[in-house]
């Protein structure tokens, strides 16, 4: 595979369908679409595969979000489960050759500017969407686990103002990890993030066959799962609950992109990106199957289950015993801490990148990396931002919703802008396709996404529906008030050749 780097292009072409993604080396490719290699390409597959991994963080997100499932529909959540994240993994499909096109830092920013021009403002819309959800979903996961750190040393907290101190805390802690090295920051991620992630869904599969098997716990009855006694009043109608219970999924099986927003420190981006994104996002899917399904079957009392801040450690501990269905939220805990850091760091590539293009405030300020080449300039200010979005408790809700339907709306945007590409043949080549599936897979991902904002804004249709239009609002006014004209829809980097300062760190085969 060629590497060598010609000179960067000083205006990025009018279509890249003459590129080719799948046969030119990364150094040589990210130059062709007009960029030097600034960021360390330090990271190989096992890496890309555990940022997506631990993005998704499958056993913490199902403790967090599974009683919001069952107290709409009780057993019957499985195939709320089944339904939302199978209709997830279509999306991935979709956005998967999206990434494997364009491995590029910002991802979904950079792949809708690439394919429809920046000057429409689009790109950077679902950009600023998706900075505003990675940094919303650090909050409101700090300020979340928070709590649970301070229980496991008996200290209760019962304001706003001693939850947030603590929190702030954690967005200080994710924010000194995401500064050192790449590879230091893939490290930590590699092994606490994912050894945290295994073993807590080991405890939840294993633990409970072994406790069925040798303890005597068992499960309930297979009706179960068919059923929404002690949740659902007789005669009520399941419809509405059970498309409610189809956010559940959504909410753990999201960010679609965040490998793809590290392409540029990727080692064989444009293969190993997708490959890690969609063989993360499938076996968390079908872990999350049998950990929702195990957990249901365990469930004592589902009156009682729902009011449980965590339902998997309500249902373990019977069979298990308390120590261990502890040692299970401690691990979805961590787990959850790590995704945090993965978050903030994609929020800040995002902000990197739409620097580097002269599309931001303060573009300089924004570009700075540090000796080790890390955002940390934009680190600094999403770890700003999302302490502000928590000093007031009434956002909080908000926010969490928010994230949703910001990841949401920005893929069916993505989804809709690729979908025209394929039709117009704007795409470069690259080693991922979906071949003849491929309309299918996107207008299934496209229908979905869509479906899914109506669902979620119907849900809470003052705090998430003018929620949505104030995002939208506060980006056009930063895009059109805060961003000169001159600097609009730029594709290539504004910065002179003696402010940038190359990588020397090559490609990766394998591992990180």
Known sequence: MSDSAPPVSSAAPASDAGLDATH?????????????????????????????????????????????????????????????????????????????????????????NRIIGGKKGVGWQIGWWLVV?????????????????????????????????????????????NLTAVKIAAWFNNTVGVVAEFLAIGIVILGVLVAVIFTGAHFNAGSVLTSTDGVLAKGHSTFLPFLFALLVPVFVISGFDVNGTAGEETGQAARNVPKAMLIANFSTFAIGTVIVLFTTL????????????????????????????????????????????????????????????????????LTKLSKDHVPVTAVIVAAVIGALLIVYTGLLTVLLSMVAILWAAGYAVLVAVLIYAKWRDLLPERPFRNGRWSPLVDWVALIWSVIFCIILIKSNPKDIGWGFVGTIVIGIILYYV???????????DVRADSEIEESDVTNLESGS
């Open 482 to 492: 805060l961003i000169p004209s001159s600097r609009r829809g730029i594709l290539r």
């Open 298 to 365: 365990m469930v004592h009392s589902f009156p009682t289950a729902v009011t449980q801040p965590d339902v998997i450690r309500y249902a373990l501990a019977p069979g298990l015993g308390s120590a261990t269905a502890e040692i299970f939220e401690i691990l979805a805990v961590v787990s959850l801490f790590v995704n945090m850091m993965i978050l903030q760091l994609t929020a800040a590539r995002v902000m990197w990148a739409q620097a580097r293009d002269g599309q931001a405030p303060f573009p300089r300020a």
């Open 24 to 112: 030119t080396g990364d150094r040589a490719y990210l130059h062709q679409l007009g960029y030097q290699q600034e960021l360390r390409r330090a990271l190989g597959f096992f890496s890309s595969f555990a940022v997506q991994w631990t993005c998704i963080a499958v056993a913490g997100g199902l403790a967090l979000s599974m009683g919001a499932g069952l107290v709409q529909v009780g057993g019957v959540f499985i195939f709320a489960w089944l339904i939302g994240g199978g209709l997830q993994m279509v999306v991935g499909l979709s956005v998967a050759e999206g990434v494997s096109a364009y491995p590029l830092a910002g991802g979904s920013y950079q792949i809708i």
């Open 133 to 177: 959800a990675h940094i919303a979903a650090v909050a409101t996961e700090a300020y979340g686990i928070a709590p649970f750190i301070l229980s496991w040393f008996h200290i209760t907290l019962t304001g706003h103002w001693p939850t947030f101190g603590f929190a702030m805390i954690l967005i200080v802690l994710s924010t000194i990890l």
